[in-house]
């Protein structure tokens, strides 16, 4: 039987590409999402992966969600917390509502899944978390103390966690994008951009695929020693 998988945030541009990616791998998804109805719509018409609406900063949304999708797709195997949101500013500018909510979607929503599902992970003994960290988690960033803060917590979350299902079978691992070729990115003022790629080594944005790929690994059956760990895809632009 195929694993069951659900990404948060995954009907687009990093998270599309994971769940393509698991999709190819025979594994079973399901890609959770927030806003855009239209869009979803035609990615489920587009690849066959089912949308569900809810928002993973919401605790009782992801239970009731996770306990649907259970429900109706079969017990949840994998979990890709993937949803996130910016709110840049420098903390003068900064409101207590950009703080808040950029740590109750990035970091809370971990939680919020993990609360839902790591118990029947640990009940059927095999499980896979993977936590979508950021370079900006390990390096900082100037103007985003929320989000930096929110992404390192993330990779303080994955470590804890890991150690709750090590002996259990159930892996938590994180993965820490560079900056990836998605229209979040595509965003950045050009000046700001040529300055962010020449500071990376290899000289160019990473693509989404290369996290899929990671992700790929984590939650395969081949990655049952690999826990607690995070994954630096960043073209070598911070190395620790």
Same mark, same amino acid.
């Given at each position: 039987?195929?694993r069951?998988?659900?990404?948060?945030?995954?009907?687009? $541009?990093?998270?599309?590409? /994971?769940?393509?990616?698991?999709?190819?791998? !025979?594994?079973?998804?399901?890609? &959770? %999402? #927030?806003?855009?109805?239209?869009?979803a719509?035609?990615?489920t018409?587009?690849?066959?992966?089912?949308?569900?609406?809810?928002?993973?900063?919401?605790?009782?949304?992801?239970?009731?969600?996770c306990?649907?999708?259970?429900?109706?797709?079969?017990?949840?195997?994998?979990?890709?917390?993937?949803?996130?949101?910016?709110?840049?500013?420098?903390?003068a500018?900064m409101?207590?509502?950009?703080?808040?909510?950029v740590?109750?979607?990035?970091?809370?929503g971990?939680?919020n899944?993990?609360?839902?599902?790591?118990?029947?992970?640990?009940?059927?003994?095999? $499980?896979?978390?993977?936590? /979508?960290?950021?370079?900006?988690?390990?390096? !900082?960033?100037?103007?985003?103390? &929320? %989000? #930096?803060?929110?992404?390192?917590g993330?990779?303080?979350?994955?470590?804890?966690?890991a150690?709750?299902?090590?002996?259990?079978?159930v892996?938590?691992?994180?993965?820490?994008?560079g900056?990836?070729?998605?229209?979040?990115v595509?965003?950045?003022?050009?000046?700001?951009?040529?300055?962010?790629?020449?500071?990376?080594?290899?000289?160019?944005?990473?693509?989404?695929?290369e996290?899929?790929?990671?992700?790929?690994?984590?939650?395969?059956?081949?990655?049952?020693?690999?826990t607690?760990?995070?994954?630096?895809?960043?073209g070598?632009?911070?190395?620790?």
């Amino acid at each position: 039987m195929a694993r069951i998988a659900i990404v948060t945030g995954g009907s687009r $541009g990093i998270g599309e590409a /994971i769940s393509l990616r698991l999709q190819a791998d !025979g594994i079973t998804v399901v890609a &959770n %999402y #927030a806003g855009n109805d239209e869009k979803a719509k035609a990615f489920t018409e587009r690849t066959g992966i089912r949308t569900y609406k809810w928002d993973v900063g919401d605790h009782q949304a992801c239970r009731d969600g996770c306990a649907r999708v259970a429900e109706e797709v079969g017990p949840i195997d994998i979990v890709v917390n993937n949803a996130g949101i910016t709110r840049d500013g420098t903390i003068a500018r900064m409101t207590f509502e950009d703080w808040s909510d950029v740590m109750r979607i990035n970091l809370g929503g971990c939680f919020n899944m993990a609360k839902a599902c790591f118990p029947g992970m640990v009940d059927r003994g095999w $499980g896979r978390i993977v936590n /979508i960290g950021s370079i900006n988690g390990q390096a !900082g960033q100037y103007g985003q103390v &929320n %989000y #930096a803060a929110a992404k390192s917590g993330i990779h303080g979350f994955t470590k804890a966690l890991a150690q709750e299902g090590a002996k259990k079978g159930v892996t938590v691992n994180a993965i820490a994008p560079g900056y990836i070729d998605t229209d979040m990115v595509a965003a950045v003022p050009a000046p700001v951009l040529e300055k962010i790629v020449a500071k990376i080594p290899v000289g160019r944005l990473g693509q989404a695929h290369e996290i899929a790929r990671g992700v790929s690994f984590l939650c395969s059956e081949d990655a049952g020693f690999v826990t607690g760990s995070t994954m630096s895809i960043n073209g070598g632009q911070h190395m620790y």
